[in-house]
């Protein structure tokens, strides 16, 4: 049975902007996984949905480009190092999963992991580049000296799990 959305009582800027959180896209036999800072949520076309940013060169966006469902999963501080080494290291190169010990479980048609204290599972509604043209002068010297822009994912909410 899925939860309802409109029970989940946590404050969203402590658990995104507080609590270590992993994206995954991919199905349980072929994911890959990265850490990420950003994200929001909200209500957009009348749905709920969770936006969140990945740079073209992140292996996570050859999986979000071909996915149509991906996790959004939070964890409590005693996962912070492995999470700091997920967002540091490239499934490309080796199995980090395996290496930080994360047990991956079926989430609908996405992953998330066993040691999630949450998981947001979403629907891929659309996705758009960040216009650098844009962005203000000041956010481009801190997050983009390198001009790697992000890509905005926006994902409806379509259950979320709960420990």
Not at 41 to 47: A, D, F, I, K, N
Not at 98 to 122: H, I, M, Q, S, Y
Not at 134 to 163: Q, T
Request: hydrophobic fraction near 35%.
């Amino acid at each position: 049975m899925k939860n309802n959305i409109y029970d989940f009582s946590e404050n969203i800027f402590k658990i995104v902007g507080k609590d270590s959180a992993l994206l995954a896209a991919g199905t349980i036999s072929n994911f890959n996984v990265m850490t990420i800072g950003w994200a929001t949520l909200g209500v957009l076309w009348s749905r709920n949905v969770l936006i969140c940013f990945v740079r073209p060169s992140r292996y996570t966006y050859e999986f979000m480009e071909k996915s149509d469902v991906f996790t959004v999963s939070f964890y409590d501080e005693s996962y912070d190092n492995k999470l700091r080494y997920l967002g540091s290291h490239s499934g490309r190169d080796e199995d980090k999963v395996k290496k930080c010990n994360l047990t991956p479980v079926k989430a609908g048609d996405g992953v998330t992991f066993e040691e999630a204290r949450l998981t947001f599972v979403c629907k891929k509604l659309y996705y758009q580049d960040l216009d650098k043209d844009l962005i203000p002068a000041a956010v481009k010297v801190r997050y983009y000296p390198k001009d790697d822009y992000h890509r905005a994912y926006v994902g409806e909410i379509i259950d979320y799990l709960k420990k």
